[in-house]
C-alpha cells in the first residue's frame, strides 16, 4: 500500500513539473525559442507541439514517449550577420547550429523537470514524515526512494522511452523542419534602379490598395489589375507627411502569392512586392496589410451569410487549418523583413471591424447578430496572430479603429455590399488608417 501511494505521488509530481517547468532559451539563426515538454500524452509515440503566434502546430517528426518536446518562438530578429548571411544564401553556416542547440535545450530541461519533480515528491513526504515523527534514519530512506522513483520515471519517460529525442532535434536545421515548409530562401531584389526617393513601401492586400475607391490619375496596367486607388492610406500617408509612396499592394495578394512569390492577375503578373520593395533602398517605412485573403475571409463570409449558423464544425475546422497555415507563412514574411538591410519601421495593420454594433441593415443579406459575433471572433484571432507576430519581430502592430462608422451607421468607414469593393474601406475609412499609422510611427521615421 506504501508503495502504491508513494508511486501515485511521484506520478503525480512529474504530471505537474511537467507542466510548471521553466521552458528553456534557445536562439539560433535569427530566432529565439523556448524549448520544453508538451503535456503528457498517454500514447507511446506522437507528434510535438511548436507554438507560434498564438497557434499550437503538431511538428512533422513524431517522438517516442509520452514526453514529447514543445518549442515555442519568442522572437525573429535577424542582427547584421545573420541578416548578411540571409543575403549572400551562406545558410549552412545560418542553420548550423540549430539543431544541436535545440537538443542541447531539450536535455536542460529534462534536468530541470527531474529536480522540480524531485522537490514536489519531497514537499509532501518530508510533511508526512514530520505527522508521523519518524526517526531520521527511516525519514532518511522514505524521502531518497520518493526521490529515486521520481528519477526513475523520468529517466523512463525522457531517456528510455524518449531516448531518440535529442537526435531528432539535433537534425533540425530550421523550424521549417519541425512542420514541413520548405526553407528560408533570399527574394532577390527586382531588376530596375534603386528607389532612392521613395520613403514608404506599402506591401499589402486591397485594403492597402485602396480597391474599390477613386482611380489613380495615370494608372498603369498593373495598377488596374491590382485594382489600386489614389484613396488608398499608403497615400493618404504620404500625402500627409510629403512623401513619396511606393504602393505595391494587390487585390487578392497572400503572402505565398503577393508578397514572397509572384501574383498571377489575368494576363498580368505581379513580382513579388518584397522583390521590389528592395529597390526602395532608403525607405524608413514599410506598412503591410495581409491575412484575409490567406484565410479567405470573403468566402467565410459569404458562407456565412448563406448558412444557417456560422460556427459549425467544418468551418471552424476549415478556419483553424487556414489560420494555422497562414500563421507559417508569416513566420517567414517577418523574417524577410527583418533582414531588410536599411532597417525601415514596420507597421503591421490589424483588421478593423467592418460591421460594428448595429447590423440591422444586414438582415437580408443574411447576417444576424449572431452569425456577426462568430465572424468578429474569427478576425480578431487573426489580428491576435498578426499582433503577436509583429511584436515577437519588434515590429509595430497598428489597430485602426472604425467605432461608430461601421457598415450600417449613418457615416460607414466601409464599403457596402452593393459597392464595388464589400466590407473594404472607403475613402474615410483609408485616411482613418492612414491616422493611426501615423500615430504608430516612430519619431526618427516621421
Not at 506599402?202 to 474599390?212: F, V
Request: aromatic share 6%; hydrophobic share 45%.
Amino acid at each position: 500500500m506504501y508503495l502504491l501511494g508513494l508511486s501515485a505521488l511521484a506520478l503525480a509530481a512529474v504530471w505537474l513539473a511537467v507542466r510548471i517547468t521553466p521552458l528553456q532559451t534557445v536562439s539560433a539563426g535569427g530566432q529565439t525559442v523556448r524549448v520544453g515538454a508538451a503535456s503528457l500524452e498517454w500514447s507511446l509515440s506522437g507528434p510535438g507541439q511548436l507554438d507560434l503566434f498564438g497557434q499550437s502546430i503538431p511538428t512533422r517528426p513524431h517522438f517516442d514517449g509520452p514526453i514529447r518536446p514543445r518549442l515555442e518562438l519568442t522572437r525573429i530578429h535577424a542582427d547584421a550577420e545573420v541578416a548578411r548571411l540571409l543575403r549572400s544564401g551562406d545558410h549552412e553556416r545560418l542553420t548550423l547550429e540549430v539543431g544541436r542547440k535545440l537538443a542541447a535545450g531539450w536535455l536542460r530541461y529534462g534536468a530541470w523537470e527531474t529536480a522540480v519533480a524531485a522537490g514536489l515528491v519531497l514537499l509532501p513526504l518530508a510533511a508526512w514524515t514530520g505527522l508521523r515523527r519518524m526517526p531520521p534514519g527511516r525519514t532518511v530512506l522514505v524521502l531518497a526512494g520518493g526521490v529515486a522513483l521520481v528519477a526513475a520515471i523520468n529517466a523512463v519517460g525522457f531517456y528510455l522511452l524518449a531516448s531518440d529525442t535529442p537526435q531528432t532535434l539535433r537534425e533540425v536545421r530550421s523550424l521549417e523542419d519541425l512542420v514541413g515548409a520548405g526553407p528560408l530562401s533570399p527574394v532577390p531584389r527586382a531588376e530596375g534602379p534603386p528607389l532612392g526617393d521613395v520613403r514608404v513601401v506599402a506591401l499589402g492586400d486591397s485594403t492597402a490598395a485602396g480597391t474599390g475607391n477613386g482611380p489613380l490619375p495615370d494608372p498603369t496596367a498593373l495598377d488596374k489589375a491590382c485594382r489600386r486607388s489614389a484613396d488608398s492610406y499608403p497615400l493618404a500617408l504620404a500625402g500627409a507627411n510629403d512623401w513619396r509612396v511606393l504602393n505595391l499592394a494587390c487585390s487578392g495578394a497572400t503572402i505565398r502569392e503577393g508578397l514572397l512569390g509572384v501574383q498571377i492577375l489575368g494576363d498580368q503578373v505581379a513580382p513579388p512586392q518584397l522583390a521590389q520593395a528592395q529597390r526602395a533602398t532608403q525607405a524608413s517605412v514599410v506598412t503591410v496589410s495581409v491575412g484575409a485573403n490567406d484565410v479567405r475571409w470573403a468566402d467565410l463570409v459569404r458562407l456565412c451569410a448563406a448558412a444557417p449558423s456560422c460556427d459549425d464544425r467544418a468551418s471552424t475546422a476549415f478556419f483553424q487549418n487556414r489560420l494555422t497555415r497562414f500563421a507559417l507563412a508569416y513566420r517567414r514574411l517577418l523574417r524577410h523583413l527583418a533582414a531588410l538591410p536599411q532597417r525601415p519601421a514596420v507597421l503591421v495593420n490589424e483588421y478593423y471591424d467592418p460591421f460594428g454594433p448595429d447590423v440591422d441593415c444586414l438582415r437580408q443579406e443574411g447576417l444576424t447578430q449572431q452569425k456577426v459575433r462568430v465572424l468578429r471572433s474569427r478576425l480578431a484571432a487573426l489580428n491576435a496572430v498578426l499582433r503577436q507576430g509583429a511584436e515577437t519581430a519588434d515590429f509595430t502592430s497598428v489597430r485602426p479603429d472604425f467605432t461608430g462608422h461601421g457598415l450600417c451607421s449613418a457615416q460607414p468607414y466601409v464599403q457596402g455590399t452593393a459597392d464595388r469593393a464589400p466590407l473594404h474601406p472607403t475613402a474615410a475609412g483609408a485616411l482613418a488608417i492612414a491616422l493611426a499609422d501615423q500615430q504608430a510611427l516612430p519619431t526618427k521615421a516621421q
